[in-house]
């Protein structure tokens, strides 16, 4: 669903572990890593559109997550130029996000990123809360930062805001 302004309607999980970790994973035939993400249906809610993605993506079920929270409006982000398909229509010239923050409820052997019929990551691990600003492509940092900012309290003791500019990458 791309709106009016040609932002796609999309949702981001960042799935927590009891150590306050995130899940990072690598796009297939790339270096790329980032949280799980993905478009929203035209027949979905925002909440089965991210529990689709958790699956797809994750291999996780609802009875593997609790749902901590998720942001309270669309966070945008454009998309580089060279990746515009200026011959689709509608034209899609970046994402709005609703972010979604998960505590996973059971162990790590129950990742699967082979679930969808077209698999998003080949490779996971656990990073800090944090650290994915440093580690995610440049066009996403600027939504991972407001996304990251606004969820961490919902994360409770799990995770430390760190003060304004506290060797954040910019």
Same mark, same amino acid.
């Given at each position: 669903? &791309?709106?009016?302004?040609?932002?796609?309607?999309?949702?981001?999980?960042?799935?927590?572990?009891?150590?306050?970790?995130?899940?990072?994973?690598?796009? &297939?035939?790339?270096?790329?890593?980032? @949280? *799980?993400?993905?478009?929203?249906?035209?027949?979905? +809610? %925002?909440?089965?559109?991210?529990?689709?993605?958790?699956? $797809? $993506?994750?291999?996780?079920? *609802?009875?593997?997550?609790?749902? &901590?929270?998720?942001?309270? =409006?669309?966070?945008?982000?454009?998309?580089?130029? =060279?990746?515009?398909?200026? !011959?689709?229509?509608? %034209?899609? &010239?970046?994402?709005?996000? #609703?972010?979604?923050?998960? #505590?996973? %409820?059971?162990?790590?052997?129950?990742?699967?990123?082979?679930?969808?019929?077209? *698999?998003? @990551?080949?490779?996971? =691990?656990?990073?800090?809360?944090? !650290? +994915? %600003? =440093?580690?995610?492509?440049? @066009?996403?940092?600027?939504?991972?930062?407001?996304?990251?900012? $606004?969820?961490? *309290?919902?994360?409770?003791?799990?995770?430390?805001?760190?003060?304004?500019?506290?060797?954040?990458?910019?």
């Amino acid at each position: 669903m &791309i709106d009016a302004q040609g932002f796609r309607a999309n949702v981001g999980i960042v799935l927590l572990n009891a150590q306050g970790q995130v899940f990072w994973g690598r796009r &297939i035939g790339m270096s790329a890593w980032q @949280f *799980p993400q993905g478009g929203v249906n035209p027949d979905e +809610s %925002l909440d089965q559109a991210m529990f689709r993605e958790l699956w $797809e $993506e994750v291999g996780l079920g *609802p009875a593997d997550v609790e749902v &901590i929270g998720c942001t309270r =409006r669309w966070l945008r982000y454009r998309l580089p130029k =060279r990746f515009i398909r200026h !011959d689709q229509q509608p %034209l899609c &010239i970046g994402q709005k996000q #609703r972010w979604y923050i998960l #505590r996973l %409820l059971t162990t790590d052997d129950r990742v699967d990123l082979r679930c969808a019929p077209e *698999p998003e @990551f080949d490779r996971w =691990r656990w990073i800090g809360y944090w !650290d +994915s %600003l =440093r580690y995610v492509v440049p @066009f996403k940092r600027g939504v991972y930062e407001r996304a990251l900012h $606004e969820l961490a *309290p919902l994360a409770g003791h799990m995770v430390v805001v760190p003060a304004p500019n506290a060797g954040l990458p910019v």
